[in-house]
């Protein structure tokens, strides 16, 4: 019997009512943010959640961590039914499931030390003493490559690496099973973010836990995760593992996010960039305007779209890596499905 996954999301839809319009009894229309998600994540697993911003993919990491309520779909986690929670989220679900934001600086209390920030969720859920979170933190510190005696300073004393490190030893301390990383490495500079997502890797070895890590670089994410889910304009439109999404990309929008990441080799480079132009018809990377509900969310910028694609979002189409891809082009005939999109030519 296969193992239930640990985090089940099913058929997610979040929307954000629009705000006032011109005129006071004008209201614009509601944001359609996610559409029909459906994802999980096994125990120990990283799940990586890339695309654009603007795509939908923090607020479904918001979703996990119940800042927002979806309108409607569910989120399981283990044995909770996180979307029946209401106002009321238990302690043992904040304890299990926590968050790593983007920007160390603003999620650091500046006011509190070191010691007091990685000390705080030790006292919270397990009630430890001072002396206790004292020597807990200290252990915590020294496993995310800081030291002891860094209890007593303050976040501003510390590099923009050293800070998401810290903000790394605090989620850890509640021993979570989950940890939703959204950007974790976005704000820091190319070395430092190869140090952070190496710990965050060691980490994982170390304590089991999964991860929801939210990017909009495909090249970093490919790095840590294990399956990649892959979002455009509120919807999941590819899923699968890691290696075979970044090598075999079946949605139109996989490839452009490829084709978009630098190539080391100067020989190739040119090649990736004639394929970005090749695939971007309708300028340049980013979607506008409300999502739509019916027809492929990329079909105003694909140069593969068919006549099909401007009417009706396709169901997903299974594929071998147990990952799927919604695209017309793998359900419209024999001979397109499930064929690599890198092997049709643009139209
Ligand atoms: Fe392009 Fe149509 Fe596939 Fe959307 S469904 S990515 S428009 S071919």
Same mark, same amino acid.
């Given at each position: 019997?296969?193992?239930?996954?640990?985090?089940?999301?099913?058929?997610?839809?979040?929307?954000?009512?629009?705000?006032?319009?011109?005129?006071?009894?004008?209201?614009?229309?509601?944001?359609?943010?996610?559409?029909?998600?459906?994802?999980?994540?096994?125990?120990?697993?990283?799940?990586?959640?890339?695309?654009?911003?603007?795509?939908?993919?923090? +607020?479904?990491?918001?979703?996990?961590?119940?800042?927002?309520?979806?309108?409607?779909?569910?989120?399981?986690?283990?044995?909770?039914?996180?979307?029946?929670?209401?106002?009321?989220?238990?302690?043992?679900?904040?304890?299990?499931?926590?968050?790593?934001?983007?920007?160390?600086?603003?999620?650091?209390?500046?006011?509190?030390?070191?010691?007091?920030?990685?000390?705080?969720?030790?006292?919270?859920?397990?009630?430890?003493?001072?002396?206790?979170?004292?020597?807990?933190?200290?252990?915590?510190?020294?496993?995310?490559?800081?030291?002891?005696?860094?209890?007593?300073?303050?976040?501003?004393?510390?590099?923009?690496?050293?800070?998401?490190?810290?903000?790394?030893?605090?989620?850890?301390?509640?021993?979570?099973?989950?940890?939703?990383?959204?950007?974790?490495?976005?704000?820091?500079?190319?070395?430092?973010?190869?140090?952070?997502?190496?710990?965050?890797?060691?980490?994982?070895?170390?304590?089991?836990?999964?991860?929801?890590?939210?990017?909009?670089?495909?090249?970093?994410?490919?790095?840590?995760?294990?399956?990649?889910?892959?979002?455009?304009?509120?919807?999941?439109?590819?899923?699968?593992?890691?290696?075979?999404?970044?090598?075999?990309?079946?949605?139109?929008? +996989?490839?452009?996010?490829?084709?978009?990441?630098?190539?080391?080799?100067?020989?190739?480079?040119?090649?990736?960039?004639?394929?970005?132009?090749?695939?971007?018809?309708?300028?340049?990377?980013?979607?506008?305007?409300?999502?739509?509900?019916?027809?492929?969310?990329?079909?105003?910028?694909?140069?593969?779209?068919?006549?099909?694609?401007?009417?009706?979002?396709?169901?997903?189409?299974?594929?071998?890596?147990?990952?799927?891809?919604?695209?017309?082009?793998?359900?419209?005939?024999?001979?397109?499905?499930?064929?690599?999109?890198?092997?049709?030519?643009?139209?």
């Amino acid at each position: 019997m296969t193992e239930r996954p640990l985090l089940e999301i099913s058929d997610l839809a979040i929307t954000f009512p629009g705000g006032r319009g011109q005129w006071p009894w004008q209201r614009q229309s509601d944001v359609k943010a996610v559409q029909g998600a459906s994802l999980s994540i096994g125990r120990g697993e990283t799940l990586g959640l890339v695309g654009e911003s603007g795509s939908g993919k923090t +607020t479904i990491g918001r979703a996990v961590l119940q800042f927002i309520q979806p309108a409607s779909g569910t989120i399981r986690f283990g044995d909770f039914d996180v979307t029946g929670f209401g106002r009321s989220v238990p302690a043992a679900y904040r304890r299990a499931v926590q968050v790593v934001f983007q920007d160390p600086v603003g999620s650091l209390n500046p006011s509190m030390t070191v010691g007091q920030i990685v000390g705080e969720p030790l006292q919270l859920h397990f009630g430890l003493d001072r002396a206790a979170r004292q020597a807990r933190a200290a252990e915590l510190l020294i496993s995310v490559g800081l030291e002891a005696h860094h209890l007593e300073r303050y976040p501003y004393e510390f590099s923009g690496g050293q800070r998401q490190r810290i903000a790394v030893a605090r989620a850890l301390a509640t021993e979570p099973e989950l940890l939703v990383l959204d950007e974790p490495v976005s704000a820091l500079d190319v070395s430092t973010q190869s140090q952070v997502i190496n710990l965050l890797e060691r980490l994982q070895d170390e304590t089991g836990a999964a991860y929801l890590f939210i990017a909009h670089d495909l090249a970093v994410v490919r790095h840590i995760s294990d399956r990649i889910a892959v979002m455009y304009h509120s919807r999941i439109v590819e899923t699968g593992e890691a290696d075979r999404l970044c090598e075999e990309p079946r949605h139109p929008y +996989t490839e452009l996010l490829l084709a978009s990441i630098p190539d080391p080799d100067p020989k190739l480079q040119p090649l990736k960039s004639r394929r970005r132009r090749e695939l971007t018809v309708g300028g340049e990377l980013g979607a506008s305007g409300s999502a739509p509900t019916e027809s492929c969310p990329f079909a105003e910028r694909c140069p593969h779209a068919l006549d099909i694609c401007s009417t009706q979002f396709p169901d997903p189409f299974p594929l071998d890596d147990g990952g799927w891809v919604r695209c017309h082009l793998h359900t419209s005939g024999p001979t397109l499905a499930g064929q690599p999109i890198t092997q049709l030519a643009v139209v």
